[in-house]
């Protein structure tokens, strides 16, 4: 009899095919990546912050804000995240169905339906989101904050309020 869990998946969860994972269609982007400081009793303590868009082009995108000791460490966290939190975008006629604007702490979003042919007319941080999330043409505008974490957050926000009207 042999002793332990192997061949039986056992050991610790999520370690298993990293190295070879195969390529499942989505796209990250890192939108802001910032070194935060905190003071300690021995001085102070950089760590990185990544926000981390990840979207395959059809339909579904996430969004993940995380930290750590290095770039890379908080780029994969924030990935980790934004795949755990990814929503279905509704699309009619390659387009949002309908104009909404929406706030989100500070930050107004305004999305508005555009005709074949247009393209996404946005910027920044709204840019990265609305093109990971496969909408063709759209028109947006930033209102207010100019935060990129609370702009990217009303964008998903307006993602969830958005229905498609039969």
């Not at 370690?15 to 390529?23: A, N, Y």
């Not at 908080?74 to 706030?103: C, D, F, G, Q, Y």
Request: glycine share 12%; net charge positive.
């Amino acid at each position: 009899m042999q002793k332990g869990r192997s061949g039986r998946g056992g050991g610790r969860p999520g370690r298993q095919g990293h190295r070879d994972r195969p390529d499942d269609g989505f796209e990250q982007r890192i939108v802001e990546l910032s070194r935060v400081t905190r003071v300690m009793a021995g001085g102070k303590r950089m760590r990185f912050r990544a926000l981390v868009v990840l979207g395959n082009r059809q339909g579904q995108v996430g969004v993940g804000l995380a930290k750590g000791a290095d770039v890379s460490l908080a780029v994969s966290k924030a990935t980790a995240k934004a795949r755990r939190a990814l929503i279905n975008v509704p699309l009619k006629n390659e387009t949002i169905p309908h104009v909404i604007t929406v706030k989100y702490k500070s930050a107004n979003v305004l999305l508005k339906p555009a005709p074949k042919g247009t393209g996404i007319i946005a910027g920044g941080p709204v840019r990265a989101v609305l093109e990971l999330a496969g909408v063709p043409n759209v028109v947006s505008k930033i209102l207010g904050s100019s935060n990129k974490v609370n702009n990217v957050r009303a964008v998903l926000k307006a993602f969830n309020l958005l229905k498609l009207r039969a």
